[in-house]
């Protein structure tokens, strides 16, 4: 669906997935308005490359706006009206750097989900066999050789080979999750970008690499205000009138990166009790009066404003007095 500057309607047309490139390359420049979804960032580099001006919402911000029950005709109805709207809270484009970043950081993640998962199922099958260890990773690596080449434990030789495979399993995740480990590295040292938010307290290579490929253009946000709530950093609330009722953070927004945040900004708050700058202080004296977590939330929206405004004005980090 297309309208005019009037918001009259120009054109409806239904058109595959593979017609979509060529009439959208045959339109005069004009905005595109698209609900961001799978391979919603590939299409809008796409329209962007052919002159367009694209801008990306979420869909939950575009449903309210859908009249009637959900057809492709109402939901084309309602992105039209909702990319008009002045207020509008629109999704960072990727450009395809940040799409392989990010990609790296998904596939990181999910193997080490994997890894934890395969430690997990060690140890709980070995329980079974009367074998209990701790449930530190290292001591997969460490000590099931040694409980399998072990004969006067109750393993049977069938166990121990099914034990054997599932150790070989541990160890190809565990390789592979420092190759991911070693391409993150590659990556961080030919970005300015990572390096210089990285001299952050807090932000190590991961999540500067990590916020890199999530946030792309900062001027996107008007203010680090902005970011730390797009990242859901910020209390959620039920007010009602002139009563503010403050709750805690959500689960929405992107989580992988909030975690990486919160628990770089926990790594400081447990290191700065022998430190005397401004900055630990206000820290120090936040953990006392509002608790850890509280504390530690609280150091991740502040890395989150620092953050946008070295990006923003293409700054480098200056310690706190």
Same mark, same amino acid.
């Given at each position: 669906?297309?309208?005019?500057?009037?918001?009259?309607?120009?054109?409806?047309?239904?058109?595959?997935?593979?017609?979509?490139?060529?009439?959208?390359?045959?339109?005069?420049?004009?905005?595109?308005?698209?609900?961001?979804?799978?391979?919603?960032?590939?299409?809008?580099?796409?329209?962007?490359?052919?002159?367009?001006?694209?801008?990306?919402?979420?869909?939950?911000?575009? +449903?309210?706006?859908? @009249?009637?029950?959900?057809?492709?005709?109402?939901? *084309?109805? &309602? #992105?039209?009206? %909702?990319?008009?709207? !002045?207020?509008?809270?629109?999704?960072?484009?990727?450009?395809?750097?940040?799409?392989?970043?990010?990609?790296?950081?998904?596939?990181?993640?999910?193997?080490?989900?994997?890894?934890?998962?395969?430690?997990?199922?060690?140890?709980?099958?070995?329980?079974?066999?009367?074998?209990?260890?701790?449930?530190?990773?290292?001591?997969?690596?460490?000590?099931?050789?040694?409980?399998?080449?072990?004969?006067?434990?109750?393993?049977?030789?069938?166990?121990?080979?099914?034990?054997?495979?599932?150790?070989?399993?541990?160890?190809?995740?565990?390789?592979?999750?420092?190759?991911?480990?070693?391409?993150?590295?590659?990556?961080?040292?030919?970005?300015?970008?990572? +390096?210089?938010?990285? @001299?952050?307290?807090?932000?190590?290579?991961?999540? *500067?690499? &990590? #916020?890199?490929? %999530?946030?792309?253009? !900062?001027?996107?946000?008007?203010?680090?205000?902005?970011?730390?709530?797009?990242?859901?950093?910020?209390?959620?609330?039920?007010?009602?009138?002139?009563?503010?009722?403050?709750?805690?953070?959500?689960?929405?927004?992107?989580?992988?990166?909030?975690?990486?945040?919160?628990?770089?900004?926990?790594?400081?708050?447990?290191?700065?009790?022998?430190?005397?700058?401004?900055?630990?202080?206000?820290?120090?004296?936040?953990?006392?009066?509002?608790?850890?977590?509280?504390?530690?939330?609280?150091?991740?929206?502040?890395?989150?404003?620092?953050?946008?405004?070295?990006?923003?004005?293409?700054?480098?980090?200056?310690?706190?007095?």
């Amino acid at each position: 669906m297309a309208v005019d500057a009037q918001g009259k309607v120009t054109l409806k047309k239904r058109l595959s997935r593979s017609a979509l490139p060529e009439f959208v390359a045959k339109l005069p420049p004009c905005l595109i308005g698209i609900e961001a979804c799978g391979s919603s960032h590939y299409w809008a580099r796409k329209f962007i490359a052919y002159g367009h001006s694209v801008k990306m919402m979420s869909p939950q911000f575009v +449903k309210p706006y859908v @009249k009637g029950n959900k057809t492709d005709q109402n939901d *084309a109805e &309602a #992105i039209c009206e %909702a990319v008009t709207r !002045p207020n509008m809270r629109f999704v960072p484009i990727k450009q395809i750097e940040q799409q392989d970043m990010q990609s790296l950081h998904r596939m990181r993640s999910q193997s080490m989900k994997n890894r934890t998962a395969l430690a997990n199922q060690i140890r709980g099958l070995l329980a079974e066999y009367g074998i209990i260890f701790s449930k530190q990773i290292q001591n997969i690596r460490n000590q099931l050789p040694t409980i399998i080449d072990d004969r006067e434990n109750d393993l049977s030789d069938f166990s121990r080979a099914l034990f054997s495979g599932l150790y070989n399993d541990f160890l190809v995740l565990d390789k592979r999750i420092k190759e991911y480990d070693r391409k993150i590295d590659m990556l961080f040292k030919s970005d300015e970008r990572c +390096k210089r938010i990285e @001299k952050i307290p807090g932000i190590g290579v991961i999540c *500067a690499t &990590a #916020i890199v490929s %999530a946030i792309g253009d !900062p001027s996107l946000f008007k203010s680090g205000r902005e970011l730390s709530a797009w990242l859901w950093l910020v209390p959620r609330q039920c007010s009602n009138g002139n009563k503010q009722n403050l709750l805690g953070i959500s689960k929405r927004g992107d989580c992988y990166l909030r975690s990486l945040l919160i628990h770089g900004a926990r790594s400081v708050l447990y290191r700065m009790h022998d430190k005397e700058n401004l900055r630990n202080q206000w820290a120090i004296r936040l953990k006392e009066r509002r608790g850890t977590n509280k504390a530690c939330v609280a150091i991740a929206n502040k890395n989150a404003r620092i953050i946008w405004a070295l990006l923003a004005k293409n700054e480098d980090y200056r310690y706190a007095a």
